[in-house]
């Protein structure tokens, strides 16, 4: 029996935690990024989701690997993202296109690739953001695509309807991964006034992300669902 969980982005935050519980889980792990994730035992698709050929590339050998293995069931996690500080008055075309590339279309392409190799019992799991609903400033490229990753989970679990294979978004709040402390500037003070943001006083930590992702992996109860992950943020 070979269960295989598809994680983009595992090179180092969300996706190298979910990585790790994924294999504690007796998984065959699979990281599509640009650079090898760190945890031992993951099999490494090296590639640039920004690139279209690239992405091509990378989108067959998965299919391939995939195919010839028949598992039984398939975790696909889409959690590769890139965050630009940007704002409508700012934003050129080429910048947009390349963050809806790398976090939408690149979605796009995996899936369809993948989709029809998935069994009953597989799950198609995307990591959003609280700014999948909600927005601030300066993050004005990354908040279009997390909202649109948000109608992408909805309308998957419409045409999926009757294959046994659920989907969510993975909605988390502010994390401390490596893509949120490059965004902020490696600021103590504004990780201190973000930390205080939720009932916690705390960020979240990307393994507290990677258990909400396994289990929404194991509970297709949960098909079509907006789950946040954000220790109970402050609303303003």
Not at 80 to 93: G, P, R, V, Y
Not at 123 to 130: D, E, H, P
């Amino acid at each position: 029996m070979t269960r295989i969980a598809i994680i983009t982005g595992a090179s180092s935050g969300i996706g190298a935690a979910a990585a790790a519980q994924f294999i504690e889980q007796n998984f065959e792990v699979m990281n599509v990024s640009r650079r090898p994730c760190p945890v031992p035992g993951v099999r490494d698709v090296c590639g640039d989701l920004s690139e279209p050929a690239a992405l091509t590339e990378l989108t067959q050998s998965l299919a391939d690997q995939v195919g010839s293995e028949q598992p039984t069931e398939v975790c696909l996690v889409h959690n590769a993202a890139l965050m630009l500080k940007d704002s409508a008055d700012n934003t050129d075309d080429a910048a947009l296109a390349r963050v809806l590339q790398i976090n939408i279309q690149a979605i796009n392409t995996l899936n369809r690739a993948l989709l029809p190799l998935m069994p009953a019992g597989s799950s198609l799991l995307l990591v959003g953001s609280t700014l999948s609903e909600k927005a601030v400033k300066g993050a004005y490229s990354y908040i279009i695509s997390k909202h649109a990753q948000l109608g992408m989970m909805r309308a998957i679990c419409q045409d999926m309807m009757g294959t046994g294979v659920h989907t969510a978004l993975i909605c988390p709040g502010f994390t401390d991964t490596e893509m949120l402390r490059n965004h902020i500037g490696h600021d103590e003070e504004i990780v201190s006034a973000i930390s205080a943001m939720n009932s916690f006083g705390r960020l979240v930590q990307p393994e507290e992300i990677a258990r909400l992702i396994v289990w929404a992996h194991g509970n297709p109860v949960i098909n079509g669902a907006v789950l946040h992950g954000n220790l109970g943020q402050v609303e303003h």
